[in-house]
């Protein structure tokens, strides 16, 4: 069966960085696209990042543009999400999910989350 | 960014009720090429990642009990759950994936029983 495992989060100082992994397995990772959604604490979902199945093509919120960097390692079926510059706004829970692209701009719906993984910034 | 806007913020709803969840885009998911609407409902219980229910507006996921029923299309969107049991206590979100990111959700809708 389907199954994404974050790892990674934990607490952090202000300013501090912090990479968050995401394992994946039940299905052919390379195929799908990836992405990053996060939720603060008592708060709604909060998308964060996307990666294209080969790792080319890359998008993210402007709240964290230039911070936050997003990769994978198909031959590892493994996604990552470095996290520097972090802040106090940026204390969460970090989920990864998969999705698919059907071409010419048309995406389909995550169908698969982690757990999630938590993040704190906090000196 | 499209801002989705869900109303209400919560509702308490009697077992064997309806509920009825809203969900507003600032502009059309519809895609006119396939006519397909990029919007889809996700249920999340505490402690637990979100779950999809949903997609394409009205297309509900495997496994999903058909008392979900998911509507609309264009700008105006509504989550039903038709006779409402305990286990579907949760919070609910509508999410749009139209296009390029970022793909935004509503502010979610908390279900309780009354």
């Known amino acids: 069966q389907v199954q994404l495992v974050e790892s990674g989060g934990g607490l952090v100082k202000p300013g501090g960085s912090l990479r968050l992994s995401c394992a994946a397995s039940?299905?052919?990772?390379?195929?799908?696209?990836m992405s990053w959604t996060r939720q603060a604490p008592g708060k709604g979902l909060e998308w964060v990042s996307y990666?294209?199945?080969?790792?080319?093509?890359?998008y993210y919120a402007d709240s964290v543009k230039g911070r936050f960097t997003i990769s994978r390692d198909n031959a590892k079926n493994s996604l990552y999400l470095q996290m520097n510059s972090l802040r106090a706004e940026d204390t969460a829970v970090y989920y990864c999910a998969s999705f698919r692209y059907y071409g010419s701009g048309s995406y389909g719906p995550s169908h698969y989350w982690g757990q999630g993984t938590l993040v704190t910034v906090s000196s | 960014d499209i801002v989705m806007t869900q109303s209400p913020d919560s509702l308490a709803v009697s077992l064997g009720e309806r509920a009825t969840i809203n969900c507003k885009s600032s502009q059309s998911v519809l895609y006119s090429s396939n006519n397909n609407n990029y919007l889809a409902w996700y249920q999340q219980k505490p402690g637990q990642p979100p779950k999809l229910l949903i997609y394409?507006?009205?297309t509900r996921e495997s496994g999903v009990p058909d008392r979900f029923t998911g509507s609309g299309s264009g700008t105006d969107f509504t989550l039903t759950i038709s006779s409402l049991q305990a286990e579907d206590v949760a919070v609910y979100y509508c999410?749009?994936?139209?296009?390029?990111?970022?793909?935004?959700f509503g502010q979610g809708t908390k279900v309780e029983i009354k």
């Open positions: 999410q749009q994936y139209f296009t390029t990111p970022p793909w935004t």
């Open positions: 394409w507006a009205s």
């Open positions: 990666i294209s199945n080969s790792g080319r093509t890359t």
């Open positions: 039940g299905f052919t990772f390379s195929d799908y696209y």
